[in-house]
């Protein structure tokens, strides 16, 4: 058996945690809410889902545990060079259909965008910078994003980040060592919280590095998680366990952000994880948990081209509440079913097609 195809045979054979990838989901619906709500309440203490950006610290957190649970046992004997293509299989393929939608929105917006201002060499450069998941942050239009055609990108520039840590460090170090770096990761994590009052940066040019103490904590924490095997087992179910981690991003916004930000962070997502891998699923809720998971990543990458549309439109036309909740509403719907659309069309078969080849 290749290499390849004893890879494939262990995952089958583990424990999958149906709930987890549930929950993924509901932190990447969460996401597209916050972003459309964002345009709107430009105050963010009027936003019912103000704190929807910390979905992307459960995600890191929820990698760590993920990625220590399904290669700890293994990359020794699969390598490094396997383990990489294993994971820019899974993850570059929407990473290209992204920076490809952003491009096309920033082209042909019909609602706005100052496309005059930008050389075509430097809409050519910003693009292949997207497609590599080179940072370039010169797209005023774009709010100097890092990532100025797909946006949600920043947090797929440190995943990647954290894989190579986890491949060339992390996966070998003993637990007490790996104490000792999530304690170093959460001091971070207070001084960005304290220093900006809140953990909502990483994204941008000047908030770079606010990613860097962002993805370290969550992910460390999320693979000692694994590696302590803290799991709680509990009988919260999806349900109950979805109900807690929306309480995080519906949680009030103010003028205690640098406190209540860096505690959800550094305790109440690493106990949602371990709560999850030791929650009950109603066999009934199998089907959703599995859709659930399975739409996050698509629906993350894909949505933003919108995002940048609907801005534009904002700000130009001004709907009211009655036309805003429409738009948002259906819309929403609309990138999910997009989103499930760019998975069975495109991502499924472009990873299936880069696995055959790989195994042949």
């Not at 990625?67 to 699969?78: F, Q």
């Not at 992204?98 to 201002?117: K, R």
């Not at 909502?200 to 103490?213: L, M, V």
């Not at 998680?225 to 929306?246: E, V």
Request: charged share 10%; glycine share 8%.
């Amino acid at each position: 058996m290749s290499t390849g195809q004893s890879t494939t045979a262990v995952l089958e054979t583990k424990q999958h945690f149906e709930i987890l990838d549930g929950l993924r989901g509901i932190a990447a619906f969460a996401v597209v809410v916050f972003h459309f709500m964002e345009w709107i309440f430009t105050d963010p203490s009027q936003n019912f889902i103000g704190h929807g950006f910390l979905a992307v610290d459960f995600f890191f957190c929820l990698s760590g545990f993920v990625i220590g649970y399904a290669y700890d046992d293994r990359i020794a004997k699969m390598g490094l060079r396997n383990f990489f293509i294993s994971r820019i299989i899974r993850l570059h393929p929407l990473v290209i259909a992204g920076s490809i939608l952003g491009l096309l929105a920033f082209l042909f917006d019909p609602f706005g965008g100052h496309l005059e201002l930008y050389s075509t060499g430097k809409i050519i450069l910003t693009f292949i910078c997207s497609l590599f998941l080179i940072p370039f942050p010169v797209i005023e239009d774009r709010g100097f994003n890092l990532f100025s055609f797909n946006a949600p990108a920043w947090s797929l520039f440190w995943e990647y980040i954290a894989n190579i840590v986890y491949a060339l460090v992390l996966y070998k170090i003993r637990k007490n060592f790996l104490v000792v770096l999530t304690l170093i990761s959460a001091f971070a994590i207070c001084y960005v919280g304290y220093s900006s009052g809140n953990l909502i940066g990483g994204w941008s040019g000047p908030t770079f590095w606010d990613g860097c103490a962002r993805i370290s904590y969550s992910f460390l924490a999320g693979l000692l998680i694994y590696r302590s095997n803290w799991i709680i087992k509990n009988k919260l179910g999806f349900a109950g366990l979805t109900i807690l981690l929306l309480l995080a991003f519906v949680m009030p916004f103010s003028e205690w952000n640098w406190l209540t930000e860096p505690f959800v962070v550094l305790f109440y997502f690493p106990l949602l994880i371990s709560l999850g891998a030791g929650a009950h699923l109603k066999p009934c809720l199998k089907k959703i948990c599995t859709f659930s998971g399975n739409i996050s990543y698509p629906l993350y990458m894909t949505h933003y081209a919108v995002l940048w549309m609907f801005g534009n439109y904002f700000v130009n036309y001004k709907p009211n509440t009655m036309q805003l909740t429409c738009i948002v509403t259906a819309s929403v719907i609309l990138l999910v079913g997009f989103a499930y659309f760019v998975m069975n069309v495109y991502d499924k078969p472009f990873r299936k097609y880069l696995t055959d080849r790989r195994k042949k």
